[in-house]
């Protein structure tokens, strides 16, 4: 039975493999999804025969309320609040791992698994309380910006060596619990002090690291509880929030380290004098422009999800469609506040996924554009990152909207970015400013083309 | 004989470059669910709950083992079905 139940277990490692595969193409993506599920549906039947098992009474509770709390989780969320989702569900996979490490202690385990155990503790403690902290700053439910004092680093250093000592005095002394007790209590408090100095604009980091962390303690706890698949799966999923962390990163022009430690947009950054004034348009002078183009790029930011105007944006689209223009979406990869959130709220909103183009793709195309429509981004737009030396943004790749013939920018108001950069594409000669809501601005456009 | 801990990081080390040749592929537009789906894979600690919560011991571990199917299950089942929601939305242009 016991090799049986192993065979299935190499069986799910195979199907979490093959999905994750299928999830590379849009157009077999969510067969992939369906049978990594598969996967998983084996993986947790061949674990409900293990003869261990005694009791099923507290494993049925336990999987209804999660099936029911995550089912109605998954059925209500909107597309817009997908990163603070995504945030939360990784802190509940951590807080498992740390639960499981613990429940896996017992007196007479070797050294080995006393490592593996104390890691899953950490690794899943970071995770649900870093998790927890994004969680509240993308939903907004505390405050989003960077917070830093003196002596952070002090205190963040004294938290690491006392996890560590904790950590080894554990592995000395399983039978103390004293120790076991304070290196999950300072686990908990370092995911907190580890995400409070990140800033709004860097979440897609964040979530990524935690992404990948959910996995890494998934995989401690399989080296506690001596199961191969925890491994397997835990492995590729640290992986992949790895590889998103560095795509991140890279489409910032940080370094991880920059992003984690320096609390960026924290008011170091100097202000460059920028020339030029500010050129409002109204809803029916943008009309007109819009009406004689021929060629549309449409740049949407973090600005689109919170004004819930993507299902206008498309609607503005295919009435330009209709008029003869030829439209396209630049998709920055940070653009939105987690890695490909704005191509899923444009997918909500029916935009085929092959109109979207990333940014390697449309900026060299943008001298030919008619006109450039840049929908509550910012930074990701901003030609600082291209022309100025002193910007804290240089070197960031952005998309090189400034290039186009004409350049709306839909802006609540004149204030700064998540960043609080200054933004001189909003002072160039064929930029205009269309200010207001923006969900309503374009709703102005949509009626002035019907 | 291979001690298991040699066996276990063998394991763990090919899984993680197969993981990074998986993902290096995916487009920038999946990465959404792509993240989603695989935080409902790390949802797998459940399996290693489940016979923690099962040893029908009135103990410590044994409510530890239950917190952890729970939260592990949300993930899991929450991951799967918004993943899913979200692939369902990616049309290809029509004609």
Wanted: hydrophobic share 50%.
């Amino acid at each position: 039975m016991d090799t049986l139940i192993q065979f299935a277990y190499v069986a799910s490692g195979a199907l979490f493999i093959f999905g994750l595969k299928q999830l590379g193409s849009p157009a077999t993506a969510r067969r992939g999804n369906m049978i990594s599920s598969l996967g998983m549906l084996v993986a947790v039947v061949a674990a409900l025969l293990d003869q261990g098992i005694i009791d099923y009474q507290w494993i049925l509770i336990g999987i209804v309320v999660g099936g029911v709390i995550g089912g109605a989780a998954a059925r209500m969320v909107q597309m817009t609040a997908m990163p603070e989702m995504v945030a939360l569900f990784n802190g509940f996979g951590g807080m498992a791992s740390l639960l499981v490490g613990w429940a896996a202690l017992n007196p007479d385990a070797a050294t080995f698994t006393l490592v593996t155990i104390i890691l899953s503790i950490l690794i899943g403690g970071v995770t649900f309380t870093g998790s927890m902290i994004a969680y509240g700053k993308l939903s907004e439910k505390i405050g989003s910006g960077a917070v830093l004092f003196n002596g952070q680093q002090v205190v963040n250093s004294l938290i690491v060596l006392g996890i560590l000592g904790g950590a080894v005095m554990f592995c000395l002394e399983p039978a103390n619990h004293m120790w076991l007790y304070l290196v999950i209590a300072l686990s908990l408090v370092f995911g907190v002090m580890a995400v409070i100095p990140i800033g709004g604009a860097d979440m897609p980091v964040v979530i990524s690291l935690l992404n990948s962390y959910s996995g890494l303690a998934a995989c401690a706890a399989g080296f506690a509880v001596n199961n191969n698949i925890l491994i397997v799966a835990g492995a590729l999923v640290g992986a992949s929030g790895i590889i998103l962390t560095q795509i991140m990163c890279k489409a910032m022009n940080r370094s991880l380290s920059n992003v984690l430690f320096s609390g960026f947009g924290s008011g170091k950054t100097e202000t460059t004098a920028v020339e030029g004034e500010i050129k409002p348009i109204t809803v029916e002078d943008a009309y007109y422009v819009l009406e004689a183009a021929s060629s549309v790029a449409i740049i949407p930011g973090y600005g689109m999800a919170v004004a819930q105007a993507q299902h206008v944006v498309k609607e503005l689209s295919v009435l330009l469609e209709r008029n003869g223009a030829e439209v396209s979406f630049g998709i920055h990869p940070v653009a939105g506040r987690m890695p490909g959130h704005m191509n899923v709220l444009l997918a909500e909103a029916d935009v085929p996924y092959d109109q979207l183009l990333e940014m390697d793709e449309i900026n060299p195309r943008m001298e030919t554009v008619d006109v450039a429509i840049v929908i509550g981004a910012n930074d990701v737009v901003n030609p600082a990152a291209r022309e100025n030396e002193g910007s804290p943004i240089y070197g960031m790749p952005v998309i090189n909207v400034d290039q186009a013939r004409t350049v709306f920018v839909l802006k609540r108001s004149m204030a700064s970015g998540f960043a609080g950069i200054e933004n001189p594409l909003f002072y160039k000669d064929n930029t205009r400013m269309l200010f207001g809501d923006a969900k309503e601005s374009i709703g102005g456009l949509v009626r002035e083309f019907s | 004989m291979v001690a298991a801990e040699v066996f276990l990081t063998f394991i763990l080390v090919l899984s993680i470059f197969l993981g990074f040749e998986l993902i290096n592929k995916v487009p920038a537009t999946l990465h959404t669910p792509l993240m989603s789906g695989a935080n409902a894979i790390s949802g797998i600690t459940l399996v290693g709950a489940i016979s923690l919560a099962g040893t029908g011991n009135q103990d410590l571990s044994n409510w530890l083992g239950a917190g952890a199917v729970a939260l592990a299950t949300i993930n899991v089942v929450g991951g799967y079905l918004v993943t899913d929601r979200m692939l369902a939305m990616f049309k290809k242009k029509e004609g």
